[in-house]
C-alpha cells in the first residue's frame, strides 16, 4: 500500500511511484498521471526579465496533507477509481524540475482521467502551498489566477482563491 | 480564550513573524482579523481590500467561523501550488 499523500524535498521518479501504485492489483486497467514541472516564463514571454531563476516552494505542514486527503476522499466518492497518490515538492527547485504528481488507477480510463484533472484542480484552489520565483529582477510572490477557480467551478465547487 | 497564530508566505514575510500566542476574547474568526489590524505597523497586510485567507484548525474558514480555545488561526495569501 502506497502512501496516499507525500510532501518532500526530493524528486521522484514517475516509473516507480506508477509500479508501486498498480502493484498485485490486477483490476487496474487504466492509470492516469499529471506531473508539473517548473517553467521558464521567458520563454513564453520573451522578456529577459521574466527569466526564471529559481521558483521556492513554501507550505503548511499538517494542513498540505489532511486538505489534500480530503480531496482524495472526495474523488473516491465521485469517481470509479481504485487508487489516488500525490507527490507534491516543497523548498528550491530550478526550472525543468519536477514539482507534483497525481496518478490515479481505475478499470477503465474514463474515470481515472476524470479524477486526476478532478485532484489538480482542487489542489490548485485548496492545498496551502506557495510558490515564490526568483527572476534577474528580485524574488516575488506567484499571483493566484482566477482561472484555477474557474477549473475547480467546473465540477460544481466554488472556490473563491484568486478572487 | 487562548489562540496560536500563524502567518505563511507573503504575510510571513510581511509581519517578519511565522508565529504567535494571542489573549483575545473574540468569538469569531473575523473578530481576531479587527484585533490584529488594529495593532496597525506591519498588521495592514491583513487588511480586508487584500486577498487573505484564513484557516482554522488546519481547515479553509471565512471570518463568521466561530473560535475555541486553544485552536490554531492562520493567515495566509491565496494559495499557489500545483
Redesign the interface.
Known sequence: MVSRVVIQTEDFNVTDVLAKLREGDLRVGAVCTFVGTVRDTRLLSGKDTDAIVSLTLEHYPGMTESSIAAMMDAAHQRFDIYQAHVIHRVGPLKPADQIVLVAVTSAHRGESFKACEFLMDYLKTQAPFWKKEETPSGSTWVDARVSDDAALAKWGIQAQNAG | MKLRI?Y???LRESLGLSHEEMETSAMTVGEVRSELLARGQAYVCLQRDR?V?M?LN???VNEEAVLESNAEL?F???????
Open positions: 500563524r505563511f508566505a507573503s486577498s485567507r484557516a488546519q481547515v479553509m492562520a495566509f495569501p491565496p494559495v499557489t501550488g500545483g
